[in-house]
């Protein structure tokens, strides 16, 4: 698989009161074309920061990240970012939302794409509802199927699903994989859940306290759909667990 | 029942404040203050002979113009000023300053610029309620979250539909809100703008009665009148903010 992203010694300090806080440290990875990758670390490393840095929101103070061996300079729609906030906007409907990143195609087939992605992740019949008449999980599926609709190569996610409580938070996870089964696409998740790093991912990379490096790389080798009781993936969950410092055992 | 127990207490009040008055003034045996039931006569009297609707509609004319030509002026202002920092650091300053400026103050520079005709209480009209919506259109500007400039960026939207799209819906209720702001104190303004006024305009009828034989009954009939047709413009406004595009703000 060719490379997709490529974060090659990135650095990132912001300054603050007493003086410069360094954040990310020399932060090298690749991700391949089609790989889902997870990053896990303690909370305030960097991982968002990390994150915007590599979708072009924010620029690094030393290093580069490479889209397809083209520097990253500012965020397209090849790369569409899922945030925790979420960003539906609450002044259109949710077939307007869905067509708002839809460029250069006749009205009908925006809408008409608009309305396959809503019914592909549950949303059929609600398309022309505005977003404060949905629920939380409802906002959710809208806010991926607006990403999706204009077939991203690669989806950034930043802990998409933590505001959910915990039974949502596991449908969404696999409706997510049903789609990702689906459609090809790179994906760089962020998430404090070492649970749904590996359901989700191929990889996995636990990053450290600040200043951040990359502390280990696990892989994945389990085949979809994941049984996430199985003896393999709670011994990588307690691995992974150890790096970040919790004994999972003892709790 | 809800809406008996809602609406009935300040009936009631009301009747109790005219009840009062009504006592006084029997009381006192006042020729020249007026009894409730000789402001209902009064009013009659102006409806008779069509002149209250004629001072109805002159004040709302005068308003109209003033109150639109500021939201013209204020609006694609505020929208400027929200975007461009440099226009707000240029401008905002200058209208800080004028805005606490009364707009009655304004009255001999009116009257030397636009005479005494409609043009003079339309200017201070305008005046009155430019300066609030332009605040309320800028600061809405300024308080578009983050999140949602981020995904229009994200998407690559050309700039026209940046602003289409996502700078002027987030906005509008601000808009809204300003709006209402800027009419409320359009009508406060309209009584002191049209003393100034030949012959036409509720604020006419009150000062008129009052100095064409101490007509104190139709002084109090054109204050209640100003009062209702105040609330009836701001219920109007309040409709606004139920149009489906802005509802969102409302809600939750």
């Known amino acids: 698989m060719p490379v997709k992203v490529r974060v090659d010694d990135v650095g990132k300090s912001f300054a603050s009161d007493d003086g410069a806080l360094h954040v990310l440290d020399r932060i090298s990875f690749e991700v391949a074309d089609g790989e889902t990758v997870a990053i896990v670390g303690p909370s305030g490393c960097g991982k968002s920061t990390l994150l915007n840095i590599i979708a072009g929101f924010d620029r690094p103070d030393r290093g580069t990240v490479s889209i397809d061996g083209v520097a990253q300079c500012k965020p397209s729609s090849r790369g569409i970012l899922i945030s925790q906030q979420g960003s539906v906007f609450p002044w259109l409907t949710v077939q307007q939302n869905l067509m708002f990143g839809l460029n250069g195609?006749?009205?009908g087939d925006k809408r008409e794409l608009a309305d396959h992605y809503a019914a592909m992740v549950g949303l059929k019949g609600f398309e022309t509802r505005y977003p404060h008449e949905l629920s939380g999980g409802m906002l959710k599926r809208a806010e991926l199927a607006r990403a999706l609709v204009v077939k991203p190569e690669i989806l950034y996610m930043d802990e998409p699903f933590s505001a959910l409580d915990a039974l949502l938070h596991l449908r969404m996870r696999n409706e997510l994989l049903r789609i990702l089964e689906k459609e090809r696409h790179t994906v760089l998740l962020i998430t404090h859940d070492v649970e749904e790093a590996i359901?989700?991912?191929?990889?996995?990379?636990?990053?450290?306290?600040?200043?951040?490096?990359?502390?280990?790389?696990?892989?994945v080798p389990f085949a979809h759909p994941r049984k996430l009781s199985s003896a393999p993936v709670q011994e990588l969950r307690a691995a992974i667990l150890r790096e970040l410092g919790v004994d999972s055992y003892s709790s | 029942m809800i809406l008996a127990r809602r609406v009935l207490p300040s009936v009631v009040v009301i009747a109790l404040i005219v009840g009062a008055w009504w006592a006084v003034v029997a009381a006192s045996g006042s020729v020249v203050f007026p009894s409730?039931?000789?402001?209902v006569t009064g009013t009659?009297?102006?409806?008779r002979d069509g002149s209250l609707w004629e001072h109805i509609g002159a004040s709302l004319f005068r308003v109209g113009t003033g109150f639109l030509l500021a939201v013209l002026v204020a609006v694609p202002l505020g929208l400027w000023m929200g975007w461009v920092k440099g226009a707000y650091f240029t401008l905002n300053p200058l209208f800080q300053m004028l805005?606490?400026?009364s707009p009655i103050a304004w009255i001999p520079i009116a009257i030397l610029w636009f005479g005494v005709g409609n043009l003079s209480?339309?200017?201070?009209?305008?005046?009155s309620s430019v300066f609030p919506m332009i605040v309320q259109t800028t600061a809405g500007v300024h308080t578009i979250e983050q999140r949602y400039l981020r995904a229009a960026a994200n998407f690559g939207v050309s700039r026209q539909a940046l602003f289409r799209q996502v700078v002027i819906p987030a906005v509008l209720p601000q808009i809204i809100v300003g709006m209402r702001i800027g009419l409320g104190v359009a009508w406060l303004v309209v009584v002191a703008a049209e003393m100034i006024a030949l012959r036409s305009g509720l604020g006419y009828l009150i000062i008129d009665s009052r100095n064409a034989?101490?007509?104190?009954?139709?002084?109090?009939?054109g204050m209640i009148i100003i009062g209702l047709i105040g609330l009836l413009l701001d219920g109007l406004m309040r409709m606004l903010e139920g149009l489906k595009v802005v509802r969102w703000r409302y809600a939750r």
Do not use: K
């Open chain 1, 105 to 107: 195609q006749a009205h």
């Open chain 1, 199 to 219: 359901h989700v991912a191929n990889r996995v990379i636990v990053l450290s306290a600040r200043p951040t490096t990359i502390q280990a790389t696990f892989d």
């Open chain 2, 36 to 39: 409730p039931w000789q402001v």
């Open chain 2, 44 to 47: 009659l009297e102006l409806v």
């Open chain 2, 99 to 101: 805005r606490p400026i």
């Open chain 2, 121 to 127: 209480p339309i200017f201070l009209i305008f005046l």
């Open chain 2, 213 to 221: 034989g101490n007509r104190y009954d139709l002084v109090i009939a």
